[in-house]
């Protein structure tokens, strides 16, 4: 009958056993998410390229500024002062692309227009 029920003892070995299973998945997935984003040729093409900032900030102020304001600080959308202080350069490509933070539409720039904005986004 004492094997039926479980001891205390080993529960707690199952609990901190799954726990650290858990705390070793979440950052290997995390990684893993950043080399498949780093080995994406565009993001790979974006980042090869020297942007300029003057286009870039022509670009923003097209497609960004009515959300984001005219000086990047933050209207409808965030301020983006200081975004790369906060993002990596693959991280704020995504962010333009990928369309996955609603409202923010779904964008993707030729290489150079992406290359242009980045390198204003990084001025901020």
């Known amino acids: 009958m004492d094997n039926q029920i479980t ?14 299973a858990i705390l070793l998945a979440a950052p290997l997935g995390i ?13 790979n093409n974006v980042l090869s390229l020297k ?30 002062q200081g975004v790369s202080k906060r993002k990596s350069p693959s991280q704020l490509i995504h962010q333009v692309i990928s ?7 779904k964008f993707q720039p030729s290489d150079h227009e992406m290359a242009d904005l980045l390198n204003y986004l990084e001025s901020l």
């Open 51 to 80: 942007g300029n900032p003057v286009q870039g900030n022509a670009i923003f102020q097209i497609n960004c500024a009515g959300c984001h304001g005219i000086e990047a600080d933050g209207l409808v959308g965030p301020s983006l």
């Open 99 to 105: 369309g996955e933070t609603p409202p923010m539409p």
């Open 31 to 43: 990684f893993g998410v950043q080399m498949v984003r780093a080995s994406d040729p565009y993001v």
């Open 7 to 20: 001891k205390p003892e080993t529960q707690i070995q199952w609990i901190a056993l799954l726990a650290l």
